[in-house]
């Protein structure tokens, strides 16, 4: 191992800013006002992206499973994991938020539950009333863009960036649903590191914590493994018997990521990478794999 490679040598990656901790007190303190939850996970790491310590938060309130971007993942494989989480007992809902894909079916799960609510209201003598949801996931798995789709318009704002939200914040639906935004949380340790990696890459996590040289290379070494061909299609390069530092180097060249003295500018070819991730220039990837 040469000395690049050695300055790049994986990071440990943590993030849980005090805000976190402020939104999940905040939730328990509005746990007893919410009926059903809207667990949110990316189709593309969608055991990364699932809130460790979720179900001690919100107990055994009724839960919907939202995998969120699945017009950009590897179908095969995320269908392995809507299987494995309905066997768990999930009511699971795949949407492709770009095309409103399936919106209508959570909606529909929504008013059964929220059926079952008034009627047992109505044995009780109390009148209907609207089903209070609570919307939970990890930062930037597309919160924002499924509640704007969830209402018919602008309710919430939309940023590719984790800590977009900042508060909790109630929307209206409809004229039967309310429901509860909440800033996107993580859990304090981050202790599987392979699923902090997969988090970090599709940003999840502050760009501004992190190597990004370092990030590249476990991104090529991911990428390379589990998608070789669309990974050299994309940058018109051969991976074959390349080291992934290697392998970064030959994207420098390619796309011009040289500075002065015609050294290689590894941030730059890293950037490039990780631009292309964060931009969807991968199509049809899903990182996490079924033990």
């Not at 800013?17 to 939104?23: A, R, S």
């Not at 070789?228 to 991976?239: A, G, L, V």
Request: proline fraction near 3%.
């Amino acid at each position: 191992m040469d000395n690049k490679e050695k300055s790049l040598a994986s990071q440990r990656i943590g993030w849980f800013p005090g805000h976190m901790q402020k939104t999940k007190r905040e939730i328990k303190e509005k746990l007893s006002l919410i009926d059903i939850i809207y667990e949110v996970i990316d189709s593309r790491m969608p055991i990364s992206s699932k809130i460790k310590d979720i179900d001690n938060l919100v107990k055994d309130k009724p839960k919907i499973l939202i995998m969120t971007k699945y017009d950009l993942c590897d179908r095969k494989e995320t269908d392995k994991f809507i299987k494995y989480y309905e066997n768990l007992g999930y009511m699971v809902v795949a949407v492709d938020l770009m095309n409103n894909n399936n919106i209508k079916k959570i909606l529909e799960l929504s008013n059964k539950v929220s059926d079952n609510l008034n009627e047992k209201r109505k044995s009780k003598g109390l009148k209907p009333r609207n089903l209070r949801a609570l919307i939970v996931g990890i930062p930037n798995v597309g919160k924002s863009t499924l509640i704007n789709r969830l209402v018919g318009k602008k309710a919430a704002g939309v940023g590719n960036k984790p800590g977009f939200t900042k508060s909790l914040t109630w929307i209206r639906v409809n004229k039967n649903i309310d429901l509860l935004d909440s800033p996107g949380i993580l859990w304090p340790k981050l202790e599987n590191q392979d699923e902090a990696t997969i988090l970090a890459i599709f940003s999840s996590i502050k760009e501004e914590i992190l190597n990004k040289e370092s990030l590249a290379l476990d991104a090529i070494k991911l990428l390379t493994s589990l998608y070789k061909e669309k990974f050299e299609d994309r940058y018109k390069i051969s991976t074959n018997d390349l080291k992934e530092i290697e392998v970064l180097e030959s994207i420098a060249k390619k796309r011009g990521a040289i500075s002065k003295g015609n050294n290689i500018d590894y941030e730059k070819a890293s950037t490039i990478i990780l631009n292309d991730i964060k931009n969807n220039a991968f199509k049809e990837i899903t990182l996490d794999r079924l033990k």
